[in-house]
Each structure stands twice: as C-alpha cells, then as structure tokens.
C-alpha cells in the first residue's frame, strides 16, 4: 500500500512525525503495510466489519428510533504508544487513583481536605455523586475505586491530558479484549514478531481483585455481577465480563438481603453472596437506602454492606470524583495528598461557579468547550467552534442559570491515527481509555480503549456520537518472553447450557443473548 500520500496536516499524529516518516514505534507496522498488495488492507478492513456483526460486538443508544443496537465501528489501523510514554502514563494513572482513594476516603470520614480550603464544601455537597448514606463507610482495605476508565487525550503540542474520571461503572473494556482478539487475526505475522504487550489477562486480573475483597474469614468467595439488565447500554459487557471470569450474571430479582447476608436464589436453594461488582449506579443500588422507586437493586444491600458481610465494587459514593467540576481541583487533590505535582495534567479548566472563571467562559464561548458536571456519552456538550450563535445563546442560558454545574475548557486540537477511508488513508482524532483495578495493588491495564472519531474533522469520539474504536498498542523495552506472551484466559462458564447448581434465575432466562464471543457497549 502507498503511504506517501497520507497527510498530517498538521495534527500531531500518533503514527508518523511532521516529515511524514513513521515515528520509531511504528515503523515495523508502517514496512509491513507498505509491503502489502494494493486494496489488501481494504479487504482485511471489510473482514473486520464482517467479523464484528458475526461476533455479535454491540452496544444499544439510547432513544434511537431506527433500532437501538449497533455494532460499534472498528478501524484496524492501531494506535501504537512507546514503551517510555506507557511508563508515564502507568506512573501518572497509579498516582492519581491513588491520590482520588485517598480523597474518596476522606470526604467520607474527617474531610480535612475541606476544612483546609483545598477544595469547597458547596462544591461536594452539591455534587450529585456525594452520598450522605456512605459517611463513615469503611469499604475492605479502605479501597473506594477498584475499577477505573481514565480517558486521556493529547494535544498538539505533544502533552498527554487527562479529559476526565470514569469512577462509577466504566465501560468500554470487553472491546480492548475484543480488537486485540480481531487484529491477532488480520495480523497474525506482525504480532508473531513484535513486542506488543498483552491485554488478555484483564478477566482474570479483575476476577483475582474482586476476590481480594470477600469478607473477613471467606476463603473461596461468590462473586456475582450485578446488571440493571438486558435493556441497559452496556448489557453485553456485563455478559462478556461476567462469562469470562467464571461468575454468575445476576440481576436485582436475583438477590435477597436476608439475616444480615446477601442470597442468590438458585434451583437449589439460596446461596451465600460475598462479593458484587455492580454495574448499577449508586441511584438504583439499593431503593431502601437511595431512590425509593428502583426496582433494579436489592432492597436493604446497603446495610449489609456497611455490615462487611458483602463487598461492592465499586464502593458506592465514588461518583461524586466524577463530577467534571470536582474533576477541575484534582490536581490540587493529587499535591494534597502525595506532595507531589500530577504526573499526567489535567485540560485547562474554566469553573463556572467562580466568578471570574464564568465572565470569561460567556465572552469567549465560540473558542470554548462546555461540559455539564455530571453528564456522559458526549451529552451536554457544547463544541463553540462548531457551534452556531444560536447554541452559544442557549448555553449562556444555561450556564448564567446554573453555574455549579459547568465547566468549560479550550477547545483542543486532538491528536490523530491513520484511519482506513474507503481504499485509503485518512487522519482521524482519537483519545484512549485505560482500565486501572484496585485491589491489593494497583495495575493499569497495558493499553486500553482508543475511541476514535470517524467523521472528518469531529472531536467527538464517543460511540453514541457515531465514533468508533481502534487497537492500542502498547510496546515493551525489551523482547517478550513465554510467561509475557498473552496467557490462557480463565476457562469461561459455559451460558449455553441449561441451568447448572448456583447458576442464578435470571441467567438461565437470558442464556439466549449471552453465548460467547458477545462485545461490549455502552455510550462510552
């Protein structure tokens, strides 16, 4: 294939320098694509695309009118990150949730990052995500986030940023696992001779953590996963991640609080629970403690785990780390609480409840970026270079009536990846998602989710926006050995067969749409 036609255009680009010659971490994968017969790539490309419907890899959009499930587009062409930038990034994710641990635990007992001025009382007590039922709370090892998606992006002067915390139910994970299986494929000869680390062991990684946290005393614990069910965005990664470490699906109806425990119902009786990873937010975890009108959690869950009887992951009350206003003090978070400067920095941040903050944001909007504190998916967003005067006017509306809840920040020239267009090569903006586990230690996943946006010149790469996703490659210094190779996965649970002992109700009723391989999905 041709790459001497691709252009950067001046974007910082992932894959090639501004002479236009691959960076050093891509020229093995630029040779091999040069080598390739013209419109090979294009057919490996369609291979994909066949791949993802017959894999069934999905996600629903919520309010869609022509069908709410989709296959999230994927582009083979991966991003490639040098082992030297992976070292940062590990360092600068292991810091900061690290230091967002220590925040969480603290606003649940003395507060003393408040009383010391380093971030407003208003500020947290007005945040959605701070749960006044969690005060005093001391979840196992006084771990609060075991499970995060960072989302990182780089500017064009080169810095990596990061965009924002993903600290309640993360999603995106089930399609690292994913492309990475779908590129072994297309790419068995790059892969055979290259040092791209190995993404495969996450399942068992996430499932050894969960274990970490069983009750006092419980050596060979039950973990479930808790989904709100098949109607949610993210339903299939529940399937995914629930088949692929070995563990029952569960729903609400599933559950029992009873005695001081929490029960699965079973074809044979009621089993002990002693670990939840929950996909459920924290609204709808328990109706006796939170919204009363839930009926997708578990009426009185929240006794017995203040209790210690049962282990939630994530803690509830984390959300209140992923409001994007509180989001704008995590720096000072980080210096609070380590004494050290963050690793990774965050987007320059406008707050809008600071006065001064708010009378530039009004003036500057078509240059700006303004989010709302607690929205995702890429709702709630105003892009002022693409905006028209109609939607700043809406948005100073907006912001002028409810400050506290927006931000604003410069709108940045997103780094791009040679993305396949048709029968060629054009550039794309991506961000990437790594996926951090808590446990007895910290581990950041070597790679994560590159989000991609796949219409020209968009900056919004989320999949319910239309955007798309890619393979990340992460490389290491040196040669793998055997024991670094990808390693077998946990033997997955077997969801095309009828009911078996401690198999849950709702599991068996739902095997139908969980047969492996199942992606994942979500408005990520």
């Not at 309010?63 to 499930?69: F, M, P, R, S």
């Not at 098949?230 to 088949?243: D, G, R, V």
């Not at 219409?455 to 919004?460: H, M, Q």
Request: with cysteine; net charge negative; glycine share 8%.
């Amino acid at each position: 294939m041709n790459l001497a036609n691709y252009n950067i255009e001046g974007f910082f680009d992932e894959m090639f320098g501004e002479s236009g010659e691959p960076r050093a971490a891509a020229k093995p994968l630029a040779r091999n694509m040069a080598s390739l017969p013209e419109g090979e790539l294009n057919l490996r490309q369609r291979a994909a695309d066949r791949a993802l419907v017959q894999m069934g890899i999905t996600f629903n959009v919520y309010g869609e009118t022509a069908g709410v499930e989709k296959t999230l587009p994927f582009d083979l062409i991966p991003r490639i990150v040098p082992a030297t930038e992976w070292d940062r990034i590990d360092r600068g994710l292991k810091q900061r949730i690290g230091a967002l641990n220590l925040f969480l635990d603290d606003l649940y007992h003395d507060q003393k990052i408040i009383k010391d001025g380093v971030v407003p009382e208003h500020v947290i007590l007005s945040s959605k995500g701070f749960r006044q039922q969690c005060i005093g709370i001391n979840p196992p090892r006084g771990v609060w986030c075991h499970i995060t998606g960072t989302d990182l992006v780089r500017h064009r002067d080169g810095q990596i940023y990061v965009l924002e915390d993903n600290l309640r139910c993360p999603s995106g994970v089930s399609y690292v696992l994913e492309n990475r299986h779908l590129m072994k494929s297309l790419f068995p000869e790059i892969f055979a001779s290259s040092r791209i680390r190995p993404v495969a062991s996450y399942p068992i990684r996430l499932r050894d953590m969960l274990d970490s946290l069983a009750p006092e005393g419980v050596s060979s614990p039950r973990v479930v996963l808790l989904t709100p069910g098949m109607f949610n965005s993210a339903y299939f990664e529940h399937s995914f991640l629930a088949q692929q470490m070995g563990v029952e699906l569960v729903e609400g109806g599933d559950l029992v609080v009873s005695d001081g425990y929490v029960w699965m119902r079973t074809t044979h009786g009621l089993e002990r629970v002693d670990v939840i990873y929950r996909r459920i937010d924290d609204d709808f975890l328990d109706p006796e403690a939170f919204r009363p009108d839930s009926m997708l959690g578990v009426p009185g869950i929240m006794e017995v785990y203040k209790a210690g009887n049962v282990a939630l992951a994530n803690a509830p009350g984390t959300g209140v780390a992923d409001d994007k206003v509180v989001y704008a003090y995590i720096p000072r978070v980080i210096k609070y609480y380590t004494g050290e400067d963050a690793i990774l920095p965050n987007v320059p941040t406008y707050i809008c409840d600071e006065p001064g903050d708010l009378a530039y944001v009004l003036e500057h909007l078509p240059e700006l970026v303004v989010k709302a504190a607690n929205e995702s998916g890429g709702y709630g967003m105003l892009i002022g270079p693409h905006s028209t005067k109609e939607d700043q006017a809406e948005f100073a509306k907006r912001i002028q009536a409810n400050p506290r809840n927006y931000i604003a920040q410069p709108t940045l020239s997103l780094s791009r990846v040679p993305t396949m267009v048709g029968d060629h090569l054009e550039g794309r903006h991506v961000d990437l998602r790594p996926y951090v586990l808590y446990g007895k230690e910290i581990f950041v996943l070597p790679g994560g989710l590159t989000r991609v946006a796949l219409k020209k010149g968009s900056l919004v790469v989320n999949s319910s926006q239309g955007g798309g996703s890619k393979d990340t490659w992460v490389l290491a210094e040196r040669p793998l050995d055997d024991g670094e190779l990808e390693p077998v996965a946990r033997q997955p649970q077997s969801l095309s067969q009828t009911q078996t002992p401690g198999q849950s109700q709702s599991q068996s009723q739902s095997q139908s749409q969980t047969q492996a391989p199942v992606g994942v999905p979500s408005p990520c």
